[in-house]
């Protein structure tokens, strides 16, 4: 059996800095029941009601966008397409799930934080090297962010 040909994820994003990560995360969202607990009106009864299950997470480094040997800069500002390859999962989402994807600039700590400004090498950063950056998610008819999934009939 073979299996279906996945393309990594496609996502146009900018940023006001020289360099940037972005972080993409798949979640499973499950339904809400409505249903409030008899013991505390304000509390749900059904302790999975609306919880948001991790299915793939994701970081791409600017920095590495072109090549892992050789660091390069971002233009700022200008919107390019980011490849986040979410790899593989063996997950459905059932029916009544809802799936949300989550866009973020940062994961600190569980990744060191990047100072938005392209210098060497990141580890190396002095603390004026560290600065405010915009980011910026384009979605367009020509820059069209997207995450495909395959589907089961």
Known sequence: MSSPVRSPQKLWASSSGTDSDFIVKL???????????????DAF????????????MEVRRGRFLKSF????????????????????????????????????????????????????RINDAKAGDFTKATQRVWSTPTMSSRIELPTVP
């Open 27 to 41: 979640i499973d969202v499950f339904p809400e029941t409505g249903q409030k607990s008899a013991l505390n009106s």
């Open 45 to 56: 009864s059904n302790p999975l009601n609306g919880y948001e299950l991790p299915v793939a």
């Open 69 to 120: 040997e050789h660091p390069a800069p971002l233009v700022a500002n200008k919107p390019v397409e980011w490849e986040v390859p979410l790899r593989d999962r063996d997950h459905v989402f059932l029916k009544g799930h809802r799936m949300m994807v989550q866009i973020q600039s940062t994961w600190f700590p569980l990744i060191d934080r990047n100072p938005q400004r392209f210098v060497k």
